[in-house]
Nanobody, 118 residues
Framework: QVQLVESGGGLVQPGGSLRLSCAAS????????MRWYRQAPGKEREWVAT????????NYADSVKGRFTISRDNAKNTLYLQMNSLKPEDTAVYYC???????????WGKGTLVTVSS
């Protein structure tokens, strides 16, 4: 059974930090490209960050560049998103996504809510 389970969301004040985790199981995590997406209330889902299989490459949306850091621990089958200097506009449900180039398989987590408010 394939599972992607996000955790670490919650309420944080502007300027604060949170670290999100995405625990993966049921598929070869280390062979999959991983991404974070987010969806704010009433808006379309948007891409946030990407990390390659062995962490050699990372990419970020302009809106989070310099504030967020994507990382992964293949030994623990876990993806992370460190979020610093949080802004109210970062408020959204955050989702992790796994993608296999060779098989064309994609998996999504159910999301974790991040609320940035004073």
């Amino acid at each position: 059974q394939v599972q992607l389970v996000e955790s670490g969301g919650g309420l944080v004040q502007p300027g604060g930090s949170l670290r999100l985790s995405c625990a993966a199981s049921g598929f070869p995590f280390s062979s999959y490209l991983m991404r974070w997406y987010r969806q704010a209330p009433g808006k379309e889902r948007e891409w946030v960050a990407t990390i390659s299989t062995a962490s050699a490459l990372t990419n970020y949306a302009d809106s989070v560049k310099g504030r967020f850091t994507i990382s992964r621990d293949n030994a623990k089958n876990t993806l992370y998103l460190q979020m610093n200097s949080l802004k109210p506009e970062d408020t959204a449900v955050y989702y992790c996504k796994a993608s296999s180039r060779v098989s064309n398989m994609e998996y999504w987590g159910k999301g974790t809510l991040v609320t940035v408010s004073s």
